[in-house]
Antibody
C-alpha cells in the first residue's frame, strides 16, 4: 500500500526547534518530488517546502514564511523525508503534512502531525 | 504569492450540482495546466480529486469534474451526495517551482 506516515510533532516554545519525520511505503521516495504542506487551525493549506527527486539532485525550495528557518532533507536508506524546523514562531502552529507531488498535483498525503508553538 | 480566491461556501440539495470557482492570475491558474482540487473532511487529510485541470485519479467518482477558462478554474460536483459535504481547495502551479492553494470552500449538502 502506498502510504506516508508523519511523526515528530508536539509542543515547543517560541524560538525552539523540532524535527518532523515522514516514512514512505509502497514506493521509492528518491524517485519522487515531495512537499511539506501545513494547515494552521481553522485555516487553509500552505505549501512551505519542496524537494525534487534524485535525478534533479534533490533541489529544494521554500516559502518565504519559512526560508532560512526550515530545512528539508532525505534518508534514502530509510525511505524517509524530514523537516527540520528552527527558530519556531507562534504562527508556525499548524498540522504539517508530508505530500507526494505528481503531475502538478499532490496525490498522496500523510495523516498529518500537529506542531504547537507556545510558551 | 497570494492565495487563489474561492467562495467561502456553496450548497446544494442531494442530487443537485454545485460548482466552485477558483480565481487566480495569468501567473498561476491562467498560465499553467497544473490546477488540482482537494476534498477535506473534518480532521482528515486532504484528498486529491482532480489534477491537470480536469483529470480524475483512479477511484474518484465521475460526479467530480474540473475545467478552466482564463484565470479561473472550476470544480463541479454533480448528483450531490451526503458524503460530498466537506471543504474543497484548489491549487495551481505558480512558476519558479512553487504552488499556491485556494482559500477553501465549505460545501454543505442541504
Amino acid at each position: 500500500e502506498v502510504q506516508l506516515v508523519e511523526s515528530g510533532g508536539g509542543l515547543v516554545q517560541p524560538g525552539g526547534s523540532l524535527r518532523l519525520s515522514c516514512a514512505a511505503s509502497g514506493f521509492t521516495l528518491s524517485d519522487q518530488f515531495m512537499d511539506w504542506v501545513r494547515q494552521a487551525p481553522g485555516k487553509g493549506l500552505e505549501c512551505i517546502g519542496r524537494t525534487e527527486n534524485k535525478v534533479n539532485m534533490y533541489t529544494t525550495q521554500y516559502a518565504a514564511s519559512v526560508k532560512g528557518r526550515f530545512t528539508i532533507s532525505r534518508d534514502d536508506s530509510k525511505n524517509s523525508l524530514y523537516l527540520q524546523m528552527n527558530s519556531l514562531k507562534t504562527e508556525d502552529t499548524a498540522v504539517y503534512y508530508c505530500v507526494r507531488e505528481l503531475a502538478g498535483g499532490f496525490d498522496i498525503w500523510g495523516q498529518g502531525t500537529m506542531v504547537t508553538v507556545s510558551s | 504569492q497570494s492565495a487563489l480566491t474561492q467562495p467561502p461556501s456553496a450548497s446544494g440539495s442531494p442530487g443537485q450540482s454545485v460548482t466552485i470557482s477558483c480565481t487566480g492570475t495569468s501567473s498561476d491558474v491562467g498560465g499553467y495546466k497544473f490546477v488540482s482540487w482537494y476534498q477535506q473532511h473534518p480532521d482528515k487529510a486532504p484528498k486529491l480529486m482532480i489534477y491537470e485541470v480536469s483529470k480524475r485519479p483512479s477511484g474518484v467518482p465521475d460526479r467530480f469534474s474540473g475545467s478552466k477558462s482564463g484565470n479561473t478554474a472550476s470544480l463541479t460536483v454533480s448528483g450531490l451526495q451526503a458524503e460530498d459535504e466537506a471543504d474543497y481547495y484548489c491549487s495551481s502551479y505558480a512558476g519558479s517551482n512553487t504552488f499556491v492553494f485556494g482559500t477553501g470552500t465549505k460545501v454543505t449538502v442541504l
